[in-house]
């Protein structure tokens, strides 16, 4: 059908594996008559991505909790938006995504949000904001501040 060109030793290493397993499959008759068919699937890096989600309702956030990680999300999980900006500061390499609500103790999720897009380092982190009121002023203040999406809870 086609060529596929590899350049990387460790890939290499990889198809190899993954071409012993299929043939391994062939045999235990696991793979439903394709003989030449490569899984990709095995090939990709599984690293979950890890989200911050900053919800001060304890319910709340041990569902949204519960639900992202169910979806293979790695989640972290704080009460208030201080407490989120300092787990920011010290561990923002760990951090792929947050999740935050609008209303929380300390400072607001848009106080969170212009601290983080102010932050040299941080900027680049996706933000999504929250709330259960869906006032446009609102969702349009947080999207010119830098948010990547707004969700409005049920």
């Given at each position: 059908?086609?060529?596929?060109?590899?350049?990387?030793?460790?890939?290499?290493?990889?198809?190899?594996?993954?071409?012993?397993?299929?043939?391994?499959?062939?045999?235990?008759?696991?793979?439903?008559?394709?003989?030449?068919?490569?899984r990709?699937?095995?090939?990709?890096?599984?690293?979950?991505?890890?989200?911050l989600?900053?919800?001060?309702?304890?319910s709340?956030?041990?569902?949204?909790?519960?639900?992202?990680?169910?979806?293979?999300?790695?989640?972290?999980?704080?009460?208030?938006?201080?407490?989120a900006?300092?787990?920011?500061?010290?561990?923002?390499?760990?951090?792929?995504?947050?999740?935050?609500?609008?209303?929380?103790?300390?400072?607001?999720?848009?106080?969170?949000?212009?601290?983080?897009?102010?932050?040299?380092?941080?900027?680049?982190?996706?933000?999504?904001?929250?709330?259960?009121?869906?006032?446009?002023?609102?969702?349009?203040?947080?999207?010119?501040?830098?948010?990547?999406?707004?969700?409005?809870?049920?």
């Amino acid at each position: 059908m086609g060529e596929v060109v590899v350049s990387c030793e460790e890939a290499m290493d990889v198809v190899e594996v993954v071409e012993k397993e299929s043939q391994n499959e062939e045999k235990r008759g696991d793979n439903e008559g394709s003989s030449s068919m490569v899984r990709w699937d095995r090939l990709l890096p599984r690293t979950a991505i890890r989200v911050l989600l900053v919800e001060a309702d304890d319910s709340t956030r041990q569902i949204i909790g519960a639900l992202l990680r169910k979806c293979n999300y790695k989640v972290a999980s704080v009460a208030d938006g201080l407490k989120a900006w300092e787990v920011l500061k010290a561990r923002h390499h760990d951090i792929d995504l947050i999740l935050t609500e609008m209303e929380l103790p300390s400072i607001s999720g848009y106080a969170l949000l212009t601290l983080i897009s102010e932050h040299e380092i941080c900027k680049n982190i996706p933000v999504i904001m929250m709330s259960a009121h869906d006032s446009v002023s609102m969702v349009y203040k947080c999207m010119l501040r830098g948010a990547g999406d707004f969700l409005v809870k049920p």
